[in-house]
């Protein structure tokens, strides 16, 4: 039996590091760093390098930068982006190091669970974020923020303290993850949708570039533009040319965009 609350408390400890370093890594740092220093749990010989104080006033300066960043509504997603590259590779390294002294081949499956555990812990979170950025009040982002660490801080003491407990609230997380992120992402999709329609690349633009003949009162559209159809045609073969150009990554986004605008530009005065 006590090999089996063992058995239970490790597999909360590596999960619970996982899911909290998705939220905050910062935060897991610390309280895993607190509670071994203080001597409320013994840490796995591999994790209690979190303790020593030059590691955790390292976590708690970034933690304390983290925590305004993550409230300016743009910022945060910018934050999360560049976090991709830290969190999930840290929370491999967490998750493989709770394990204790066990074979090479078990760290490596709890890194790579542990990993896939924060990547899709961070996937929710920064989804989440680039929605709640579409509103322009910044309450929002505050209590997205304040919740997220509260969540890191409560969870972790569960997982120490309530491994089993623990271990029931992860699976209802993972359960809600499967059924939430396709819809955050499909959110996700429809902002960036009317953000190429505000940066002309709508539909009715697109259809324009497409089929000429088509009617359109857009100013971008070529039948408008050009109703002369001598010129109206090498305008067109000339957007598509640029559109191939654009899809075969010859041109970047901003490169397409400018080099539409000469052209257009350049018919006009035709």
Same mark, same amino acid.
């Not at 909360?12 to 998705?22: E, K, P, R």
């Not at 996700?188 to 497409?210: D, N, P, Y």
């Given at each position: 039996?006590? @090999? ?5 408390? +490790? ?5 619970? +590091? ?25 840490? !796995? @010989?591999?994790? *209690?390098?979190?303790?020593? !104080? ?17 409230? /300016? ?18 929370? #491999? ?16 499956? #709890? ?5 896939? /555990? ?7 979170? #920064? ?6 950025? =579409?509103? $322009?009040? !910044?309450?929002? &982002? ?7 660490? /509260? ?8 997982? %120490? &303290?309530? !491994? =089993? ?29 009317? +953000?190429?329609?505000? %940066?002309? %690349?709508?539909? @009715? ?13 857009? $100013?971008?559209?070529? #039948? ?10 090498? %305008? +067109?073969?000339?957007? *598509? ?15 397409? @965009? ?13």
């Amino acid at each position: 039996m006590e @090999e089996y609350q063992q058995l239970i408390g +490790v597999i909360s400890l590596t999960m619970g +590091v996982a899911w909290a370093s998705g939220l905050n890594l910062y935060a897991a740092i610390l309280v895993l760093g607190f509670a071994g220093s203080t001597g409320g749990m013994e840490l !796995p @010989e591999n994790l *209690q390098i979190v303790q020593d !104080p030059a590691v955790m006033l390292a976590a708690g300066l970034m933690y304390a930068v983290e925590f305004f960043a993550d409230k /300016v509504p743009g910022v945060d997603t910018g934050w999360d982006a560049l976090h991709t590259f830290i969190r999930i590779p840290a929370g #491999a390294l967490l998750a493989a190091s709770t394990v204790g002294d066990v074979s090479p081949a078990l760290q490596l499956a #709890a890194g790579i669970v542990g990993g896939s /555990v924060t990547s899709v812990t961070h996937a929710a979170k #920064a989804s989440t974020r680039v929605l709640i950025n =579409t509103s $322009p009040e !910044p309450v929002s &982002n505050w209590l997205a923020s304040i919740s997220e660490d /509260v969540a890191v801080f409560g969870g972790l003491w569960v997982a %120490l &303290n309530h !491994p =089993t407990l623990f271990l029931i609230g992860f699976i209802a997380f993972l359960f809600l993850i499967i059924w939430l992120l396709p819809k955050l992402w499909r959110g996700i999709a429809r902002i960036f949708r009317k +953000v190429g329609q505000w %940066l002309g %690349l709508g539909k @009715e633009t697109r259809e324009a570039i497409e089929d000429p003949s088509a009617p359109s009162s857009s $100013p971008l559209s070529p #039948a408008y533009i050009a109703p002369n159809s001598a010129i109206r045609k090498p %305008l +067109v073969e000339a957007l *598509q040319g640029l559109e191939a150009m654009h899809k075969s990554g010859a041109l970047s986004d901003a490169e397409f @965009e400018q080099a539409k605008a000469s052209v257009i530009a350049e018919y006009q005065l035709a």
